[in-house]
């Protein structure tokens, strides 16, 4: 009797089990390789593996990825699969063989990590909306003129502050220049953040998505000038990413099989600057600005969060603007000249040096807040936020809305989850969407006029 074939559905699941176990053994072996030599300051040590860590670490990489959805095409699914990549499966292999007790130090907090993101991939599945077979909303001419306009102000005002010490640095010399970038008050502080994370990228997506090559070529100036500004390495290789993601968006290359693919490309890459940093130049390079700083330090920054504010004493969200009226800071923290900065006292406090250790929400608005606690309460907030945005969504051109909240998935991968609603359009992208009425055209009509 002829072997029974497993469904397409079956299959597709299974080759995304097996591509993110790969990843995680390609990140434990880039640990004990790379890490735990080049990096071992900044708290990767050598990893200890035994039996119970290794089924530890499957199961809580399996939970989450079979709750996957076998598409990749909601608003959700940009940001949830750059969370889960850069973010959840680091920490899990990195954390869980960090130190030879790391299920007595690590085991809950990555528990509730695992079940953290299995809720948000199940809720965003069970609550959220399919879009539309057919894009009905595009933005109407006038909102794009009032983005530009936008986009215009903070352009002149910024080059206006700036001009005397703009300059193009290379990737590896950004400080100085960060120094001399930084935000001489709140309202250029905001102008800042608005113009590289909303106003550009939005002129970028739309340019794309319409083929409008002067939205496109206004989009990248801004990117530009804001690098000479701040040098921030996100905004410049930001416009790549986009027009990477409206590709894969354009050939419809967001089904199961293709993240399988990125998966094994990242392990690929992984495992490549594992076994060849101390030979090859381009991959010593690639150790630290994509191993270390995209992946490791997001991973790691979960557990030395949860380690810091266990001993100074959870924040109980008090670090949120809002909150802070009614919760009082840690009585350790109470008289810190950097609180509510935590990125700052993290790297003063447990590395000694004068940095901002920015993490994901997960450490700050989960570890830190209220350990393993706090992570589940932060995933129902997201997941929460989440389902609002693809039902927002799901009637709007996926050329435009995925590559246009690219940036939310990658600050969400360094930054609060409520300084992304305030101060990276996660409010502002809600409000756009739900108000079709006076944000949007219908394509039909677009297209006639």
Sequence with gaps: MPARRLPTASKARLLLLCSVLVYGASISVSHALYLSSEQAYWGFFEPSLDIAKIVAIIVALVMPTLAMPLKFNRASSVILLLLFLLVFVPAV?????????????????????????????????????????????????????????AWLFCCLMLVAIYHNSMSFQSLENVYDQREKGAATS?????????????????????????????????ALCGFLIT?????????????????????????GLMEARHVAVLTLG?????????????????????????????IAYPGVFVAQYYDLFSRLGYTYWSHVSGVNKFVAAPSLLDFDRKWPMLGRILAERSFNVESNSNASLFATDGAAALGPIGIIVISILLAAWLILLDRATRDWNRRLVLPLLLPIGLALVNVSFFTMLTSFGGIIWLLFFYGTWITANQVGQARRA
């Design 227 to 251: 690098y000479m500004i701040t040098a921030e390495r996100t905004v410049f290789l930001l416009p790549i990413a986009m027009y990477l993601l409206y590709q894969i968006v354009r050939r």
């Design 266 to 294: 990242f392990s690929t890459l992984t495992l490549l600057i594992a076994f060849l940093w101390r030979f090859i130049g381009i991959f010593e390079k690639l150790g630290f600005y994509f191993l270390t700083r995209l």
């Design 93 to 149: 292999v990195i954390n869980l063989e960090n130190h030879d007790e790391s299920i007595d130090k690590y085991g809950y907090l990555m528990g509730a990590f695992s079940l953290g993101m299995t809720l948000l991939f199940a809720s965003v599945r069970a609550f959220g909306a399919e879009p539309a077979a057919a894009p009905a909303y595009i933005p109407s001419k006038r909102i794009v003129s009032i983005f530009f306009l």
């Design 186 to 218: 709140l309202v250029v502080g905001y102008a800042q953040v608005y113009f590289a994370y909303l106003f550009s990228p939005f002129l970028f997506a739309y340019g794309l998505a319409n083929k409008r090559p002067l939205a496109i070529v206004f």
